[in-house]
T-cell receptor, first 110, second 114 residues
Framework: GESVGLHLPTLSVQEGDNSIINCAYSNSASDYFIWYKQESGKGPQFIIDIRSNMDKRQGQRVTVLLNKTVKHLSLQIAATQPGDSAVYFCAENDGNQFYFGTGTSLTVIP | NAGVTQTPKFQVLKTGQSMTLQCAQDMNHNSMYWYRQDPGMGLRLIYYSASEGTTDKGEVPNGYNVSRLNKREFSLRLESAAPSQTSVYFC?????????????FGPGTRLLVL
């Protein structure tokens, strides 16, 4: 099966600092990638996506970077806020199924 | 527009009991999915339905059955629950398979099998 992994299982950042969450994927055929946010007791919530023909995509306070050479994906959150505290996980899609990482728990320190 | 809804939110079963988890979406999506989420593991696909009238096994289908009742609804049935099926179950929908579009998830059903 495919593997999608996160380098850091936990991350603590000071409020106002930038956060970077990393993800490695293994399937060269994957051409679509998503970052989700999951708060305690809730379902995953879409944050941002990127297609394999792009290297970078920006949203509101979030940026996703894709490095296809080393099969690496990252999520950058600018000016992290307490409301950003959650588990973040990446997903890859090869045109058929989605494969999900285990997640990184982000804690924002006020 | 409620998105993806799931019932029940919580359920406790005894080993051997059966139950059906309900899922509905109001986004006119073609594809629907059932996942389970266990501690320390990523979401794992149980079954999916690419379109109304079709269902296919995912990574962990054993012990489960599904029904795509219509375009809106996709149910997951446990015929004889086992403690290994204690998990959080998420339903998701997507506009269509093969499209580079995200899935949208429901709030989850937390199931405990004693």
């Amino acid at each position: 099966g495919e593997s999608v992994g996160l380098h850091l299982p936990t991350l603590s950042v000071q409020e106002g600092d930038n956060s970077i969450i990393n993800c490695a994927y293994s399937n060269s055929a994957s051409d679509y990638f998503i970052w989700y946010k999951q708060e305690s007791g809730k379902g995953p919530q879409f944050i941002i996506d990127i297609r394999s023909n792009m290297d970078k995509r920006q949203g509101q306070r979030v940026t996703v970077l894709l490095n296809k050479t080393v099969k690496h994906l990252s999520l950058q959150i600018a000016a992290t806020q307490p409301g950003d505290s959650a588990v973040y996980f990446c997903a890859e899609n090869d045109g058929n199924q989605f494969y999900f990482g285990t997640g990184t728990s982000l804690t924002v320190i006020p | 527009n409620a998105g993806v809804t799931q019932t029940p939110k919580f359920q406790v079963l005894k080993t051997g009991q059966s139950m059906t988890l309900q899922c509905a979406q109001d986004m006119n999506h073609n594809s629907m999915y059932w996942y389970r989420q266990d501690p320390g593991m990523g979401l794992r696909l149980i079954y999916y339905s690419a379109s109304e009238g079709t269902t296919d096994k995912g990574e962990v289908p054993n012990g489960y059955n599904v029904s795509r009742l219509n375009k809106r609804e996709f149910s997951l049935r446990l015929e004889s629950a086992a403690p290994s099926q204690t998990s959080v179950y998420f339903c998701a929908s997507r506009i269509a398979t093969g499209q580079q579009e995200t899935q949208y998830f429901g709030p989850g059903t937390r199931l405990l099998v004693l």
